[in-house]
């Protein structure tokens, strides 16, 4: 089952915010954010951040944006992006806008495919 952006921004969000010690109103002020602002995006029903406040959080917590938005991008074990991840996503962002539509459509055709398993 595919989980959505709500879910996976909280999950990534609240595994860095582990990693970093942070209780809400911590990372609140490091994010220039409310606590409720933190709280709010902790948990997927009301996880809603606008980009800035994707931003925000994730220059207070040290990471590029891309890391609060891609399922998988927090490793379990450290914490962080892995190198591969980080490599990745540098070779994409890299691409003209075709070529990074066609590595999505890729991507939506895969993920069909898998999902008819």
């Known amino acids: 089952m595919k989980k959505s952006l709500a879910l996976i921004v909280s ?18 002020k490091r994010a ?16 809603n951040p606008t980009l800035r406040i994707i931003e925000t959080l994730a220059k207070a917590l040290c990471v590029p ?27 994409f962002s890299q691409l003209d806008p075709v070529g990074q539509r066609q590595i999505a459509e890729f991507i939506a055709l895969w993920e069909r495919s898998q999902a008819g398993r």
């Open 32 to 47: 220039a954010v409310s606590q409720k602002t933190v709280w709010n995006c902790l948990k997927e029903e009301t996880c």
């Open 11 to 28: 999950e990534n969000l609240a595994a860095l915010r582990t990693l970093h010690e942070h209780d809400t109103v911590t990372l609140g």
């Open 65 to 91: 944006p891309y890391t609060l938005l891609i399922d998988g991008a927090v490793t379990q074990a450290g914490g962080l992006p892995s190198q591969q991840m980080l490599d990745t996503m540098q070779r």
